[in-house]
């Protein structure tokens, strides 16, 4: 790709976008801090008890973990010597300060829309508002061949890589702008939402549609009136992203709570409602078989009738459904999965996380629970103490009675899931080693073509 072409596009592209409208005011360290919390680096950059931004959390994948790094401004082991042109290198191209690939494990393929006016106060933030911490994460990537050649990832790159910054959409209001610049770009919606094709690059005609992510399953957020969130209003959308409960929306779990968490409800409510009117808009895409919207299904129901005066089996993997949840589920979810209203413990039917296609995200909750912050009563996850075959009898249970009959858990599902190190096995975070295997192989085919070329003259 001609490089000043695209210097010179960026350049134009910026002016447009740097309109006051973005300005969120403060100085630039205090701009920095909110673009960095919308952003949701702290996320991925401290590893769990470990201090902020100085990185080391595995993001797994099959091949291998991939660490995160140290992020804060220490001149030894962060990016303390980074420059702005280099820090806006790495989040726009993916590019290290020594020149290397960072691997997409790294959202640079969102952030890149970003304008130079947002990096630059994120370069404050990092740089004078960051605590530096000297010292490397406890651990560091090492992938096996070939997986390990950063250059491979410069050819996916050039092919599905698009750096060109956020350019405001003149038919729009700055609202609407102002959600797609966030949605977009720092908030990095489509990287987990939007599903890949076989190069793992993202299906830009289904933008949104629904996505893997390490074994769990990102919604299509559409305005598709069934197989997307169309039957949700701006209002119950503008409170899912700021962690509040909406009744019959299963709340966030796995990696949507961490993002609602640590990024989304820490946004302004002007930002919630500009990334709720831009994600109302976004072109339905349908699913084709799915004719019933999640939050739809069930109805309040039990099975006490089949578990009245029967003994429980010796065995424990022969219990029913109805024994399992009468056991493990109806203290908080009450006899008739109808949960408490008010009370935090919601109901399980006509509720999001039953209704899907997919049954990952209620293996994962039921294996995992919902971690929250500030959460009075949080759900507790079984994984200790239910075996792969219950989870399957329970989650099949769920699914006949309150939730989409037609979605199914299945007992090698089960095991996959249980395991955070194989549960993306098959899913986005294998994206990396797709992306690794992909391009490591049209480099082998380039290599191939030039030596024919060779031997022919
Ligand atoms: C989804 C996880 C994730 C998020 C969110 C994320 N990063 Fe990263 N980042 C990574 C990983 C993993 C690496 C290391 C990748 C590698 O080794 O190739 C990385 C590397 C980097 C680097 C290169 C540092 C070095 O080692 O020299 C910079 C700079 C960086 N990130 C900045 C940011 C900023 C700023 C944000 C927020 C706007 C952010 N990251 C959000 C996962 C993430
Ligand atoms: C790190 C990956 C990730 C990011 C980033 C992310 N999401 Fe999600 N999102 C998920 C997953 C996984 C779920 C399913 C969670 C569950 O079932 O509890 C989800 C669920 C949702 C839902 C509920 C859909 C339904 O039908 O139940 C909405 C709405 C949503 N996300 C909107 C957004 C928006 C808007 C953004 C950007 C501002 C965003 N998400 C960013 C992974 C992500
Ligand atoms: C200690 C009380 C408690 C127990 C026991 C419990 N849950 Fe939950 N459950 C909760 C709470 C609280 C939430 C909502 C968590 C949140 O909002 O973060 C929840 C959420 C859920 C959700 C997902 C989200 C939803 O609302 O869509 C499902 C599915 C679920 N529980 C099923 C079960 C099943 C099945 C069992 C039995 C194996 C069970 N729960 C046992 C308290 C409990």
């Known amino acids: 790709m001609n490089k000043t072409l695209m210097k010179s596009s960026w350049l134009a592209a910026v002016v447009v976008v740097a309109a006051p409208a973005f300005a969120a005011g403060g100085t630039d360290i205090e701009r920095g801090r909110y673009l960095a919390t919308a952003g949701d680096c702290v996320a991925c950059h401290t590893a769990p008890g470990g201090k902020s931004m100085a990185g080391g959390l595995a993001l797994n994948s099959p091949l291998g973990s991939i660490y995160s790094t140290n992020i804060t401004p220490s001149k030894t082991h962060g990016i303390g010597n980074y420059t702005l042109q280099q820090f806006s290198d790495a989040l726009r191209h993916g590019k290290r300060a020594d020149g290397a ?83 977009q770009g720092l908030a990095h919606c489509t990287t987990c939402h939007t599903p890949r094709t076989s190069l793992m690059a993202e299906d830009l005609k289904r933008s949104l549609g629904g996505g893997e992510v390490g074994g ?36 966030a779990a796995g990696p949507m709570a961490e ?21 109302k808009s976004v072109p339905a895409v349908d699913d084709g078989s799915i004719k019933q919207a999640a939050d739809s299904f069930g109805k309040q129901t039990d099975a006490l009738d089949t578990i009245r005066g029967v003994d429980l089996p010796k065995e424990y993997n022969a219990m029913t459904g109805a024994q399992l949840y009468d056991a493990y589920c109806a203290a908080c979810h009450q006899a008739q999965g109808q949960g408490t209203e008010g009370g935090g413990l919601p109901a399980l039917f006509h509720n999001t996380s039953l209704g899907h296609a997919s049954s990952n995200n209620l293996v994962q909750v039921l294996l995992h629970g919902i971690e929250r912050y500030e959460a009075d009563t949080v759900m ?10 219950q989870i399957t009898t329970l989650g099949n249970y769920l699914l006949t009675n309150y939730g989409n009959p037609a979605a199914k858990v299945t007992q090698s599902q089960v095991a996959q899931l249980r395991d955070p190190a194989t549960a993306g096995a098959d899913s986005g975070l294998l994206m990396l080693a797709r992306v690794g295997m992909g391009a490591g192989l049209l480099v082998v085919l380039a290599i191939i073509a030039w030596l024919l070329r060779r031997r022919k003259a």
């Open 101 to 183: 690939n960072l691997y997409p494990a790294m959202p640079y393929t969102a952030y890149a829309k970003t304008t130079d006016e947002d990096i630059a106060a994120m370069y404050a933030y990092f740089m004078q508002g960051v605590q530096p911490v000297d010292e490397a994460p406890a651990k560091q990537t090492a992938l096996p061949f070939p997986f390990n050649i950063r250059a491979s990832l410069g050819v996916w790159n050039a092919l599905f890589h698009d750096a060109t910054p956020y350019k405001a959409d003149a038919a729009q209001t700055p609202e609407w702008n102002r959600g797609a610049y966030l949605a």
């Open 216 to 251: 769990w399953y990102a919604p299509n957020i559409t305005s598709h009136a069934t197989s997307g969130i169309g039957s949700w209003t701006q209002q119950e959308l503008m409170a899912y992203l700021s962690g509040k409960p909406v009744p019959g929306k299963g709340p």
């Open 259 to 279: 993002a609602v968490d640590h990024s989304l409800k820490h946004l302004s409510q002007e930002d919630l409602k500009a990334i709720a009117v831009y994600i």
């Open 380 to 389: 507790p996850g079984f994984a200790h103490e239910l075996t792969d075959t």
